[in-house]
């Protein structure tokens, strides 16, 4: 073990069609998939760590894992090797030699998530695996406006799916940003941790807003409630995506 080696690789993946990151028991992941392929090259069963633990059905652009190997590929080749053996939807861009402290998901700072809505009343046939479709119109000024409140520091216990399973509900959202570009409007969210499906719990509750269902001034009500209950329902995990990781 003192001689391994740790690799740290760069991931993108559509999720469609998986239960998640993490090793499952009754299911598919993108974990196992990677280890799979590692197994059949290094000839030795590796664990893989990743940045984000991204749920079923959410995808990736910059996801960052890592792993430690005696093996003396070198990372560019070991690249090639896995992309030639995992499946279409993952896909790795770039491997390269890390320090041995390296570790992807105890080592990041910050994490980025776009959330992708196509806000036409036409249903997609183009990329509709990454995006909501949200056929009513959605006033992004106004969901814009609500957003405010949740940048900074705050409990978000009223956007968190598992109550209680976190010691701390405790979190820092450092940015937060609504655009829309024609159809699409993306909500871009970073912070140095997320509570479980946070992201898609404050997406629903914005699109709530964009619809004229609750006014802005509502979503800071929500937050100070500190309760599941009072937010609108959870986001569907198609249009959420890990976008970068940084270190």
């Not at 959605?138 to 209680?164: I, K, P, Q, W, Y």
């Not at 829309?180 to 140095?192: K, N, P, Q």
């Not at 004229?212 to 929500?222: F, H, N, R």
């Amino acid at each position: 073990m003192g001689n391994d080696r740790t690799i740290r690789l760069l991931i993108e993946y559509d999720g469609t069609d998986y239960r998640g990151w993490q090793l499952q028991p009754d299911g598919p992941t993108v974990q196992g998939k990677i280890e799979s392929a590692l197994r059949q090259i290094t000839g030795a069963a590796v664990r893989v760590a990743g940045a984000g633990r991204t749920d079923a059905g959410v995808h990736a652009a910059g996801q960052v894992a890592s792993f430690r190997t005696p093996s003396l590929l070198p990372a560019a080749t070991i690249a090639r090797a896995l992309n030639a053996l995992l499946p279409p939807d993952i896909a790795v861009l770039s491997a390269e030699e890390a320090a041995a402290s390296f570790h992807a998901r105890f080592s990041a700072v910050r994490k980025k998530y776009r959330y992708s809505i196509l806000n036409r009343p036409v249903r997609p046939a183009l990329g509709r695996r990454t995006v909501l479709h949200v056929p009513r119109p959605l006033d992004e000024r106004a969901m814009r406006e609500a957003a405010r409140c949740l940048v900074g520091t705050h409990d978000f216990s009223s956007f968190r799916c598992n109550s209680g399973k976190e010691d701390l509900p405790i979190r820092t959202v450092q940015a937060l940003a609504i655009e829309r570009r024609e159809d699409l409007v993306t909500i871009e969210i970073e912070a140095a941790s997320f509570l479980y499906k946070m992201v898609r719990s404050i997406v629903g509750t914005l699109i709530a807003v964009g619809r004229g269902k609750a006014p802005p001034s509502e979503v800071a009500a929500i937050l100070a409630a500190r309760d599941r209950s009072v937010a609108f329902p959870t986001a569907p995990a198609c249009g959420l995506c890990l976008l970068s990781v940084s270190y």
